[in-house]
């Protein structure tokens, strides 16, 4: 064992290496059985994936290839059915080598096999030629492995002319280091490093490769790819609308999966925008319903600053302010936590006046209470600064807040206040694709009272309604549909106020278009476009005694909960057809068509509908003959260049020219 362990030192840099850095075949891996004749050591083989046992298994239990049966294809196979274990545990090298013994005892009395003859390629060549050298100086044949009780074969030997007895030729060569292994696993020497080197060709050659297709393992699929003859899949979280959802995606044949760690989905759609691995986004392949940074509309403070930066950059840019200044349609507004804005606001307060004082980034009416009088004003400044203080301790932030001017003339329906509710859908961003649904109106349980200290007396959301006592009894009739409104208002409004008939479909749906064109336009060079990202947004809109429309809020993720009959006729249309238009124009991004005409488009009207954003200029030529017109290159190259720093270069080539938009309403104009 000696000198079996000490060429198994020189040979190391052969062995291959495990992931943790140990040997694959060290010493504790030798399988030595002591023959009457000598030591038999054997190495595992290199192609083994699991075990020290399957280096010779195949070759002395099956010596050919027809004999091995159908469930011994795989080395797994194998283990299991002999060993009984398919990782073999940590043993030390006295308990190895007594399993080794004993098992290959077992192989050779159950079968009964004949060892096979290991030497291959060249020296099974040159053995042969060897022996049949002596057979024909001596006219002898040579002498045959004789099989012991033990099963153990006896070192091939041959006899000369001479009665002598020599060992066959691979063994002449006694200083040759590497060492292989005849049919009865004895040492063999050979004749020199090149006969090793080729032997052990040979042999890798007749084993079994790791990578060979008998041996291939399945290849468990990433988290993120998409198979195309996948079926569609798809995800709903939270308890907003999820039937809502759901039903017509099972339509289309998609099917539901209940995993929000599978990214392999084809749609996803969630509440919160925290719930969508973005990083793991498949562009092109997914599709998720909110844009990464939507919080530049749906934020109460980047609405703010998105519209006030928007009416700058037009000022500075073109040399006059938008068609429709933000201060016409928000009511006054500031920054409460912002010195600038704070000092501002406290110059134009007067003692008495209604402001209303709101969270930058919460819905449903949370945190939201009315500043009714100097006292409350100077009470919640040093309650904000207290609080800004013990936060700075443990390095959270504090959530932001703006005050607004309250609207104290607000038309009323029937003596109550109310709101309206309508939707705008951005379907798609590469292109673009916005779409305008007119929505329902919302009223308050309660007349309304300007010095009332109910809350559900200003507020109009369903979330705060429901907290009236009262609620259960007035709930069908806290949602209006439109038409209703327009019925109201054609009756009850119109002769008093002196204004068109169906006022509401046409001077207010103008109104309220514009101001959603506005505010889309405020941001639509900054929200991050991908094929595949959609939104749907709720916004509020709020008219005055003197028809004056005001945009209250934008909301993310907006309420679809239907708890009564004008709701149950508005909300389940607006999801399934902002599923169908979002899926049709995700189809058509894909296949590099026209968005426009869409097929599903049914309730919806469009409000813009343009170009590929990020558009590549066309590239000027490197040269220009100067017996040539360069007037067509000078107006090439005064073309600025608008890409943005990190646009996607995978992205399909679409048309850049703006779809012309159809479908509007006929007395409609937009102006984008």
Same mark, same amino acid.
């Given at each position: 064992?000696?000198?079996?362990?000490?060429?198994?030192?020189?040979?190391?840099?052969?062995?291959?290496? +495990?992931?943790?850095?140990?040997?694959? $075949? +060290?010493?504790?891996?030798?399988? $030595?059985?002591?023959?009457?004749?000598?030591?038999?050591?054997?190495?595992?083989?290199?192609?083994?994936?699991?075990?020290?046992?399957?280096?010779?298994?195949?070759?002395?239990?099956?010596?050919?290839?027809?004999?091995? =049966?159908?469930?011994?294809?795989?080395?797994?196979?194998?283990?299991?059915e002999y060993v009984g274990y398919t990782k073999p545990p940590r043993l030390s090298s006295e308990e190895k080598r007594a399993r080794a013994e004993e098992r290959r005892t077992m192989y050779l009395g159950e079968r009964k096999v004949k060892p096979p003859d290991r030497s291959r390629g060249k020296q099974r060549g040159k053995d042969a030629a060897a022996e049949k050298k002596?057979?024909?100086?001596?006219?002898?044949?040579?002498?045959?492995?004789?099989?012991?009780?033990?099963?153990?074969?006896?070192?091939?030997?041959?006899? %000369?002319?001479?009665?002598?007895?020599?060992?066959?030729?691979?063994?002449? @060569?006694?200083?040759?280091? %590497?060492?292989?292994?005849?049919?009865?696993?004895? /040492?063999?020497?050979?004749?020199?490093?090149?006969?090793?080197? *080729?032997?052990?060709?040979?042999?890798?050659?007749?084993? /079994?490769?790791?990578?060979?297709?008998? !041996?291939?393992?399945?290849?468990?699929?990433?988290?993120?790819?998409l198979p195309v003859n996948m079926q569609p899949t798809f995800y709903v979280g939270g308890g907003n609308g999820v039937s809502l959802v759901e039903a017509p995606l099972l339509g289309l044949g998609w099917k539901r999966t209940n995993d929000k760690y599978d990214e392999r989905f084809r749609l996803k759609w969630v509440e919160c925008k925290t719930r969508i691995n973005y990083? $793991?986004?498949?562009?092109?392949?997914?599709?998720?319903?909110?844009?990464?940074?939507?919080?530049?509309?749906?934020?109460?403070?980047?609405?703010?600053?998105?519209?006030?930066?928007?009416?700058?950059? +037009?000022?500075?840019?073109?040399?006059?302010?938008?068609?429709?200044?933000?201060?016409?349609?928000?009511?006054? @507004?500031?920054?409460?936590?912002?010195?600038?804005?704070?000092?501002?606001?406290?110059?134009?307060?007067?003692?008495?006046?209604?402001?209303?004082?709101?969270?930058?980034?919460?819905?449903?009416?949370?945190?939201?209470?009315?500043?009714?009088?100097?006292?409350?004003?100077?009470?919640?400044?040093?309650?904000?600064?207290?609080?800004?203080?013990?936060?700075?301790?443990?390095?959270? /932030?504090?959530?932001?807040?703006?005050?607004?001017?309250?609207?104290?003339?607000?038309?009323?329906?029937?003596?109550?206040?109310?709101?309206?509710?309508?939707?705008?859908?951005?379907?798609?961003? +590469? /292109?673009?694709?916005?779409?305008? !649904?007119?929505?329902?109106?919302?009223?308050?349980?309660?007349?309304?009272?300007? *010095?009332?200290?109910?809350?559900?007396?200003?507020?109009?959301?369903?979330?705060?309604?429901?907290?009236?006592?009262?609620?259960?009894?007035?709930?069908?009739?806290?949602?209006?549909?439109?038409?209703?409104?327009?019925?109201?208002?054609?009756?009850?409004? $119109?002769? !008093?106020?002196?204004?068109?008939?169906?006022?509401?479909?046409?001077?207010? %749906?103008?109104?309220?278009?514009?101001?959603?064109?506005?505010?889309?336009?405020?941001?639509? !060079?900054?929200?991050?476009?991908?094929?595949?990202?959609?939104?749907?947004?709720?916004?509020?809109?709020?008219?005055?005694?003197?028809?004056k429309v005001y945009l209250i809020e934008i909301n993310v993720n907006p309420a679809l909960h239907t708890n009564c009959e004008a709701l149950k006729e508005v909300i389940p249309g607006v999801v399934e057809e902002t599923l169908y238009v979002t899926i049709e124009c995700f189809e058509k991004t894909r296949k590099n068509q026209q968005l426009l005409p869409l097929n599903s488009?049914?309730?919806?009207?469009?409000?813009?509908?343009?170009?590929?954003?990020?558009?590549?200029?066309?590239? =000027?030529?490197?040269?220009?003959?100067?017996?040539?017109?360069?007037?067509?290159?000078?107006?090439?190259?005064?073309?600025?260049?608008?890409?943005?720093?990190?646009?996607?270069?995978?992205?399909?080539?679409?048309?850049?020219?703006?779809?012309?938009?159809?479908?509007?309403?006929?007395?409609?104009?937009?102006?984008?």
């Amino acid at each position: 064992m000696g000198s079996s362990s000490s060429k198994l030192k020189a040979s190391s840099r052969e062995i291959p290496m +495990t992931s943790d850095g140990s040997s694959d $075949a +060290t010493e504790d891996n030798l399988i $030595a059985v002591n023959s009457r004749n000598g030591d038999v050591t054997s190495l595992m083989s290199e192609n083994s994936d699991d075990t020290m046992f399957v280096s010779f298994a195949n070759d002395l239990i099956f010596p050919n290839d027809s004999e091995v =049966p159908d469930k011994f294809e795989t080395t797994k196979a194998f283990m299991k059915e002999y060993v009984g274990y398919t990782k073999p545990p940590r043993l030390s090298s006295e308990e190895k080598r007594a399993r080794a013994e004993e098992r290959r005892t077992m192989y050779l009395g159950e079968r009964k096999v004949k060892p096979p003859d290991r030497s291959r390629g060249k020296q099974r060549g040159k053995d042969a030629a060897a022996e049949k050298k002596n057979e024909g100086a001596s006219g002898s044949e040579p002498v045959k492995p004789e099989i012991t009780d033990s099963g153990k074969a006896t070192p091939n030997k041959t006899e %000369t002319s001479t009665g002598k007895t020599e060992k066959p030729a691979q063994e002449k @060569t006694a200083d040759s280091k %590497t060492t292989k292994h005849d049919s009865g696993l004895n /040492p063999v020497k050979s004749d020199s490093a090149k006969d090793a080197k *080729d032997t052990k060709e040979d042999s890798a050659k007749e084993r /079994p490769s790791k990578k060979s297709s008998s !041996h291939t393992r399945s290849t468990k699929l990433p988290s993120c790819s998409l198979p195309v003859n996948m079926q569609p899949t798809f995800y709903v979280g939270g308890g907003n609308g999820v039937s809502l959802v759901e039903a017509p995606l099972l339509g289309l044949g998609w099917k539901r999966t209940n995993d929000k760690y599978d990214e392999r989905f084809r749609l996803k759609w969630v509440e919160c925008k925290t719930r969508i691995n973005y990083g $793991a986004f498949k562009e092109g392949e997914q599709l998720v319903n909110h844009i990464p940074n939507g919080n530049l509309l749906t934020n109460k403070l980047g609405l703010l600053n998105s519209l006030q930066e928007y009416e700058r950059v +037009t000022m500075s840019t073109k040399g006059r302010p938008p068609r429709l200044r933000f201060t016409d349609f928000v009511p006054e @507004t500031y920054r409460f936590d912002e010195k600038h804005d704070r000092e501002a606001f406290m110059e134009c307060y007067k003692d008495n006046e209604l402001w209303i004082c709101k969270p930058t980034g919460m819905n449903q009416g949370k945190g939201i209470f009315i500043i009714r009088s100097r006292e409350e004003l100077d009470k919640l400044i040093e309650e904000r600064e207290q609080r800004r203080e013990q936060l700075a301790k443990s390095s959270k /932030p504090m959530m932001t807040r703006i005050v607004q001017k309250y609207i104290t003339n607000p038309l009323l329906l029937d003596e109550r206040k109310f709101d309206i509710r309508a939707y705008m859908l951005i379907a798609s961003t +590469t /292109p673009y694709l916005v779409l305008y !649904h007119k929505g329902y109106v919302r009223l308050c349980c309660n007349k309304y009272k300007e *010095d009332s200290k109910e809350l559900s007396t200003h507020l109009t959301n369903q979330f705060v309604q429901k907290k009236d006592p009262n609620y259960k009894d007035v709930k069908e009739d806290t949602a209006w549909s439109m038409d209703k409104f327009n019925q109201y208002i054609n009756e009850n409004v $119109a002769p !008093h106020k002196e204004i068109e008939q169906d006022w509401v479909y046409n001077t207010l %749906t103008k109104q309220m278009q514009k101001i959603m064109i506005h505010c889309f336009n405020s941001v639509k !060079h900054k929200l991050q476009s991908r094929v595949g990202f959609f939104d749907l947004f709720g916004l509020d809109f709020m008219v005055d005694t003197d028809l004056k429309v005001y945009l209250i809020e934008i909301n993310v993720n907006p309420a679809l909960h239907t708890n009564c009959e004008a709701l149950k006729e508005v909300i389940p249309g607006v999801v399934e057809e902002t599923l169908y238009v979002t899926i049709e124009c995700f189809e058509k991004t894909r296949k590099n068509q026209q968005l426009l005409p869409l097929n599903s488009m049914r309730n919806f009207s469009i409000l813009y509908c343009g170009s590929r954003p990020y558009n590549m200029p066309s590239r =000027p030529s490197r040269s220009v003959s100067p017996s040539k017109d360069t007037s067509t290159q000078e107006k090439r190259s005064s073309i600025p260049n608008t890409a943005a720093p990190g646009a996607p270069r995978s992205l399909h080539r679409f048309s850049t020219t703006s779809t012309p938009v159809v479908s509007a309403p006929p007395n409609l104009v937009l102006k984008p």
